[in-house]
């Protein structure tokens, strides 16, 4: 009998330029692989965590927590990539913790590898056709010197997100905001049509 296998590094359509597949998805294809477990490790967080353990607990599969974070001092002049696996409860607060310091800017353990905040040009809106789709661009480039060496580490990526809108919606009051490197949408309902009484004449 071949031994069973267990992905360890998965990541889904939440790690953006890295993943593709709902986190539901991942754990159905898992399970439909006949892998023992199956490890969800987004990039600096938690995002599919809910949804994959939601469809996890419908099919009885197990599930493992987990996280990418980029750490500094595991190598020279750069943040590494760590995954971080969460044995137990307490360990799932951990990681929890972990994730949301390595958002917060000025944190004591001196992590420097969040994602850079996108501007609000490079993030654009349409609505077409009973779609909303969302496009963006990631730049980013920086330069270190030191007394041996001088590094310029550039990147560049885009996204485009597309979903259809339900048929309630008024796509001529669809209204988006940018604000803190969170982007809102507002999707207001449509106005029910109000029954038109007609008044029957007697002839």
Same mark, same amino acid.
């Given at each position: 009998?071949?031994?069973?296998?267990?992905?360890?590094?998965?990541?889904?359509?939440?790690?953006?330029?890295?993943?593709?597949?709902?986190?539901?998805?991942?754990?159905?294809?898992?399970?439909? =692989?006949? =892998?023992?477990?199956?490890?969800?490790?987004?990039?600096?967080?938690?995002?599919?965590?809910?949804?994959?353990?939601?469809?996890? +607990?419908?099919?009885?599969?197990?599930?493992?927590?987990?996280?990418? =974070?980029?750490?500094?001092? =595991? $190598?020279?002049?750069?943040?590494?990539?760590?995954?971080?696996?969460?044995?137990?409860?307490?360990?799932?607060?951990?990681?929890?913790?972990?994730?949301?310091?390595?958002?917060?800017?000025?944190?004591?353990?001196?992590?420097?590898?969040?994602?850079?905040?996108?501007? +609000?040009?490079?993030? +654009?809106?349409?609505?077409?056709?009973? $779609?909303?789709?969302?496009?963006?661009?990631?730049?980013?480039? &920086?330069?270190?010197?030191?007394? &041996?060496?001088?590094?310029?580490?550039?990147?560049?990526?885009?996204?485009?997100?597309?979903?259809?809108?339900?048929?309630?919606?008024?796509?001529?009051?669809?209204?988006?905001?940018? +604000?803190?490197?969170?982007?809102?949408?507002?999707?207001? &309902?449509?106005?029910?049509?109000?029954? &038109?009484?007609?008044?029957?004449?007697?002839?």
């Amino acid at each position: 009998m071949a031994p069973r296998y267990a992905e360890l590094r998965c990541k889904s359509c939440f790690s953006f330029l890295e993943g593709a597949s709902q986190p539901e998805e991942l754990v159905a294809r898992a399970a439909g =692989l006949g =892998l023992s477990a199956l490890a969800l490790a987004d990039v600096n967080g938690l995002y599919g965590i809910v949804r994959a353990h939601a469809e996890a +607990k419908r099919r009885g599969f197990p599930l493992v927590v987990g996280a990418e =974070l980029a750490v500094t001092g =595991l $190598e020279m002049g750069r943040p590494a990539r760590l995954v971080l696996l969460a044995r137990d409860r307490e360990g799932y607060a951990s990681l929890c913790l972990l994730a949301t310091r390595s958002h917060c800017p000025g944190s004591d353990d001196g992590w420097t590898g969040a994602p850079e905040r996108r501007e +609000k040009d490079e993030v +654009k809106v349409a609505v077409e056709n009973g $779609e909303i789709t969302i496009t963006g661009e990631r730049k980013f480039e &920086k330069e270190e010197k030191g007394k &041996k060496y001088h590094r310029v580490e550039r990147s560049y990526g885009s996204f485009v997100r597309s979903f259809s809108l339900p048929e309630s919606v008024d796509e001529g009051g669809v209204k988006a905001e940018y +604000k803190d490197g969170v982007l809102n949408l507002h999707l207001p &309902k449509t106005e029910k049509v109000k029954p &038109k009484a007609i008044e029957v004449k007697v002839g």
